[in-house]
């Protein structure tokens, strides 16, 4: 699961078994987790983060959507 950001203590990653579905990146703090689509920014599904976490993270993704589906795209076509 290779790692394409850390922002505090957040870990944004891809799992390499998912490039058959929308682009989307997964964020992990602790036993928190969570999965966001890319195109248009917006929450999969959530554990163990609160409502003021997913938003402060739906944010931090929104401000670097360009770069992460880039990320994404590259990653998916190697």
Same mark, same amino acid.
């Given at each position: 699961? $290779?790692? #394409? @950001? +850390?922002? %505090? $203590? =957040? +870990?944004?990653?891809? =799992?390499?078994?998912? %490039?058959? /579905? $929308? $682009?989307?990146?997964?964020?992990? +703090?602790?036993?928190?987790?969570?999965?966001? &689509?890319?195109?248009?920014?917006? @929450?999969?599904?959530? #554990?163990?983060?609160?409502?003021?976490?997913?938003?402060? @993270?739906?944010?931090?993704?929104?401000?670097?959507?360009?770069? +992460?589906?880039?990320? &994404?795209? /590259?990653?998916?076509?190697?």
């Amino acid at each position: 699961m $290779p790692a #394409v @950001l +850390r922002i %505090g $203590p =957040y +870990r944004f990653y891809f =799992y390499s078994q998912k %490039g058959s /579905e $929308p $682009p989307h990146i997964h964020v992990q +703090r602790d036993r928190n987790k969570a999965k966001f &689509w890319l195109n248009i920014v917006s @929450l999969e599904n959530s #554990v163990r983060f609160s409502r003021e976490e997913i938003a402060q @993270l739906q944010r931090l993704i929104e401000e670097n959507q360009d770069l +992460r589906l880039r990320s &994404w795209n /590259e990653y998916f076509q190697d």
